[in-house]
């Protein structure tokens, strides 16, 4: 089934039961998966308003509005994320990012050291405390962190976040960075 057939299969289940949260929390969750951020905020906030429980619909949502370049929305949304969900890796991990596309880097180093103690190998929070590292001027730091999530990136087979660290370590070394361990 496609993304597209699986969003009109969640729109006749909602015209069938338009008290379904589930229902417009997993059309959301395609629509964002499609790149229709505002489509996904749309639902995910009415699965919202319906079950504020779920902490994947703000995380989800905080997803969106990070694309959208709502920072401090998203970090509202992940937030709620994360005190429904302490444990949730991810959550931190975006909060961190959002943080720090907003200049608060400290909190974001904070949510990014929080996520690698809930998961050490986690690549992306590497990469992502790594860009955080960037913008404090740690690039001794950032390239540890580049270097060791395209490792654990590329054991996973994931070749895109691979190839993110590749271009963040050649923008360390083209910018002149200190480079020594």
Do not use: C
């Not at 308003?49 to 929305?73: C, I, K, M, T």
């Not at 400290?106 to 996520?115: E, F, G, P, W, Y």
Request: aromatic share 8%; charged share 25%.
């Amino acid at each position: 089934m496609t993304r597209r057939a699986a969003i009109a299969d969640y729109t006749r289940a909602i015209e069938l039961n338009p008290r379904d949260a589930l229902s417009y929390a997993t059309r959301g969750f395609n629509r964002m998966l499609l790149d229709d951020y505002q489509a996904a905020i749309d639902d995910l906030s009415q699965a919202l308003a319906l079950d504020p429980a779920p902490f994947s619909s703000y995380r989800n949502r905080g997803v969106a509005r990070a694309e959208l370049g709502d920072f401090a929305g998203a970090i509202e949304d992940y937030t709620q994320a994360i005190t429904r969900a302490p444990q949730d890796i991810a959550s931190y991990s975006n909060r961190g990012y959002a943080q720090m596309r907003l200049g608060a880097l400290d909190a974001a180093l904070t949510d990014h050291n929080r996520a690698l103690q809930l998961a050490p190998h986690d690549a992306l929070s590497l990469f992502n405390r790594g860009l955080t590292y960037v913008a404090m001027g740690n690039s001794v730091a950032a390239r540890a962190d580049f270097e060791r999530s395209a490792m654990l990136a590329e054991r996973q087979g994931d070749a895109q976040l691979v190839q993110q660290n590749r271009a963040e370590l050649a923008n360390l070394v083209s910018n002149g960075a200190a480079l020594e361990r």
